[in-house]
């Protein structure tokens, strides 16, 4: 024998063998919740990440928003399963130690598993995945202890009790993320719409009139957007039972009304196409996109209720969110139950979101399930963390596309948006901002809250030069140059890219 192996460390020193079982126990736990919650709130990791980002200090969540950007959440997802499983393999710990004290063997592993469930319920409130963390964990310490057994010849004690221990947690884990998998599509959610007749023909006609103008560049993100964002405040979505889902218009009203899923159905729809942007993005960021949207006017939902001459509307949302804007802005929204042309997607607010014209993504509350009247103003959830989100979009034109053509010519491309005051054209620069040309536009599609896609193609100098695009308002008004950061109230600014040919 050459120095001290691993194995001798886990002959000699008991307290590591216990940690290191605990640990994998700590992982089954996790992978136990997650069989049976999928990725929704039941799942425990969902609720610590939740309680991370709402309990961060304003400014770490704004470096995580503006610095970090998709990588913050999941970085934040990582330290919740991290914590997660530190909490269950302390059950574990707990319970081995128990079992220890009685001294009867099989006491160790049903207190873990115990131990472990009541955690979970104290996370997730939600029993049943917390019997699948707590059941996974008791498995793991069992079969560790089982797989200890003095008779077993060969293989050292220890190192059979941690060997299966890790077993078992792989095999839970696994096992767990396939079965966890499927509860997470679970729900009606991005099935097909079920509407027919004029409605039905109409989205079609839409559908394929957006697709015949999306300018047909590769690489270019059509008009109705192939990957549509998703922003919100918590790594886990709801997982909402239309049949039990409900709308109610409260407050400063004569009368409260609700409204079940049926009755939202019922109503007389409508489609329009509306593009979102989010406040948080960067100049030339990717949450910025397009969709058909099938839904009632809100008015239809506001109206029966008699709200008076107020100033404001708070709308709250299964997850915790809500956001305060004016009437006036909610008198043009719409609430919508289908995106596409199928219901909308569970990650996009199923069974129903807000959709405010022009105004910033953040007060299109998904999952909504309360408009609030309000006699005056108070500040939303992003409001009270510093952001300024809840008027109209900032005018923007991306650059997102360059191509060398086989003529040596170079292709430049994007979408600009304006909100609901349209663009009317997008110019391009590609000496750095001294020389301006129209870019040729795609046509417009009817709404009064779509973007446009651009493309200019032109002959290349030599070597570096600067790109520059501006998108210009259906009136005239040129984007303002001016260069702000996302943080409190949008970016704004032209977006460059230096092109090397
Ligand atoms: N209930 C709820 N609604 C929400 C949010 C949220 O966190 N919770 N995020 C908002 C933000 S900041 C944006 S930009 C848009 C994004 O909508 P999308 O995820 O469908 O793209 O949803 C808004 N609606
Ligand atoms: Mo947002």
Same mark, same amino acid.
């Given at each position: 024998?050459?120095?001290?192996?691993?194995?001798?460390?886990?002959?000699?020193?008991?307290?590591?063998?216990?940690?290191?079982?605990?640990?994998?126990?700590?992982?089954?736990?996790?992978?136990?919740?997650?069989?049976?919650?999928?990725?929704?709130?039941?799942?425990?990791?969902?609720?610590?990440?939740?309680?991370?980002?709402?309990?961060?200090?304003?400014?770490?969540?704004?470096?995580?928003?503006?610095?970090?950007?998709?990588?913050?959440?999941?970085?934040?997802?990582?330290?919740?399963?991290?914590?997660?499983?530190?909490?269950?393999?302390?059950?574990?710990?707990?319970?081995?130690?128990?079992?220890?004290?009685?001294?009867?063997?099989?006491? %160790?592993?049903?207190? &873990?598993? +115990? @131990? #472990?469930?009541?955690?979970? !319920?104290?996370?997730? =409130? /939600?029993?049943? $995945? *917390?019997?699948?963390?707590?059941?996974?964990?008791?498995?793991?310490?069992?079969?560790?202890?089982?797989?200890?057994?003095?008779?077993?010849?060969?293989?050292?004690?220890?190192?059979?009790?941690?060997?299966? %221990?890790?077993?078992? &947690?792989? +095999? @839970? #884990?696994?096992?767990?993320? !396939?079965?966890?998998? =499927? /509860?997470?599509? $679970? *729900?009606?959610?991005?099935?097909?719409?079920?509407?027919?007749?004029?409605?039905?023909?109409?989205?079609?006609?839409?559908?394929?009139?957006?697709?015949?103008?999306?300018?047909?560049?590769?690489?270019?993100?059509?008009?109705?957007?192939?990957?549509?964002?998703?922003?919100?405040?918590?790594?886990?979505?709801?997982?909402?039972?239309? $049949?039990?889902?409900?709308?109610?218009?409260?407050?400063?009203?004569?009368?409260?009304?609700?409204?079940?899923?049926?009755?939202?159905?019922?109503?007389?729809?409508?489609?329009?196409?509306?593009?979102?942007?989010?406040?948080?993005?960067?100049?030339?960021?990717?949450?910025?996109?397009?969709?058909?949207?099938?839904?009632?006017?809100?008015?239809?939902?506001?109206?029966?209720?008699?709200?008076?001459?107020?100033?404001?509307?708070?709308?709250?949302?299964?997850?915790?969110?809500?956001?305060?804007?004016?009437?006036?802005?909610?008198?043009?929204?719409?609430?919508?139950?289908?995106?596409?042309?199928?219901?909308?997607?569970?990650?996009?607010?199923?069974?129903?979101?807000?959709?405010?014209?022009?105004?910033?993504?953040?007060?299109?509350?998904?999952?909504?399930?309360?408009?609030?009247?309000?006699?005056?103003?108070?500040?939303?959830?992003?409001?009270?963390?510093?952001?300024?989100?809840?008027?109209?979009?900032?005018?923007?034109?991306?650059?997102?596309?360059?191509?060398?053509?086989?003529?040596?010519?170079?292709?430049?491309?994007?979408?600009?948006?304006?909100?609901?005051?349209?663009?009317?054209?997008?110019?391009?620069?590609?000496?750095?901002?001294?020389?301006?040309?129209?870019?040729?536009?795609?046509?417009?599609?009817?709404?009064?809250?779509?973007?446009?896609?651009?493309?200019?193609?032109?002959?290349?100098?030599?070597?570096?030069?600067?790109?520059?695009?501006?998108?210009?308002?259906?009136?005239?008004?040129?984007?303002?140059?001016?260069?702000?950061?996302?943080?409190?109230?949008?970016?704004?600014?032209?977006?460059?890219?230096?092109?090397?040919?």
């Amino acid at each position: 024998m050459n120095g001290p192996s691993r194995t001798d460390v886990l002959e000699r020193v008991p307290g590591v063998r216990a940690v290191v079982v605990a640990v994998f126990a700590g992982v089954a736990g996790v992978g136990g919740s997650y069989a049976v919650a999928g990725f929704t709130p039941s799942f425990v990791a969902g609720p610590i990440a939740g309680v991370m980002a709402r309990g961060m200090p304003d400014i770490v969540i704004r470096y995580a928003i503006t610095v970090l950007g998709d990588l913050g959440d999941q970085l934040n997802l990582v330290t919740a399963v991290a914590i997660a499983t530190a909490l269950f393999a302390g059950a574990a710990l707990a319970g081995t130690a128990a079992g220890r004290r009685t001294g009867v063997r099989p006491v %160790g592993p049903f207190a &873990a598993g +115990g @131990l #472990a469930t009541v955690v979970a !319920l104290v996370v997730t =409130g /939600a029993p049943l $995945a *917390s019997i699948g963390s707590g059941l996974a964990v008791g498995l793991v310490l069992a079969v560790a202890a089982v797989a200890s057994v003095p008779e077993v010849d060969g293989v050292s004690e220890g190192r059979r009790r941690v060997l299966g %221990g890790a077993a078992s &947690a792989v +095999g @839970l #884990a696994g096992g767990g993320y !396939l079965l966890g998998s =499927g /509860a997470s599509t $679970a *729900s009606g959610a991005g099935r097909p719409l079920g509407v027919s007749g004029a409605l039905r023909s109409e989205i079609d006609d839409l559908l394929g009139a957006a697709d015949r103008q999306s300018l047909g560049v590769d690489g270019l993100e059509p008009l109705v957007s192939e990957e549509f964002y998703e922003v919100d405040i918590n790594a886990t979505d709801p997982t909402i039972d239309a $049949a039990e889902w409900e709308l109610t218009v409260t407050g400063a009203v004569e009368r409260e009304v609700s409204y079940t899923y049926d009755e939202l159905r019922g109503m007389e729809a409508e489609n329009r196409f509306v593009s979102l942007r989010c406040v948080g993005e960067s100049r030339n960021g990717e949450k910025l996109d397009t969709a058909l949207w099938t839904g009632v006017p809100i008015t239809d939902l506001v109206e029966p209720a008699g709200p008076g001459e107020e100033c404001c509307v708070m709308l709250r949302a299964d997850d915790g969110f809500y956001e305060e804007f004016p009437l006036s802005a909610l008198e043009d929204g719409f609430l919508a139950f289908g995106m596409n042309g199928e219901t909308l997607p569970r990650g996009h607010g199923y069974p129903a979101r807000a959709l405010i014209p022009g105004h910033w993504g953040e007060i299109n509350v998904k999952w909504i399930t309360e408009i609030e009247v309000l006699e005056k103003e108070v500040d939303g959830y992003w409001e009270e963390r510093g952001w300024h989100g809840t008027g109209p979009v900032n005018t923007v034109a991306k650059l997102h596309h360059e191509r060398q053509l086989d003529d040596g010519r170079t292709q430049v491309g994007g979408h600009a948006y304006a909100g609901t005051r349209g663009v009317g054209s997008v110019e391009v620069s590609t000496d750095g901002g001294n020389s301006w040309t129209e870019a040729e536009l795609s046509e417009p599609l009817p709404g009064d809250d779509v973007w446009r896609q651009w493309i200019h193609t032109y002959d290349p100098p030599d070597g570096e030069h600067e790109v520059v695009v501006r998108a210009v308002e259906a009136d005239g008004t040129v984007q303002p140059a001016d260069e702000t950061d996302a943080f409190p109230s949008g970016p704004s600014g032209w977006v460059s890219r230096t092109v090397r040919t």
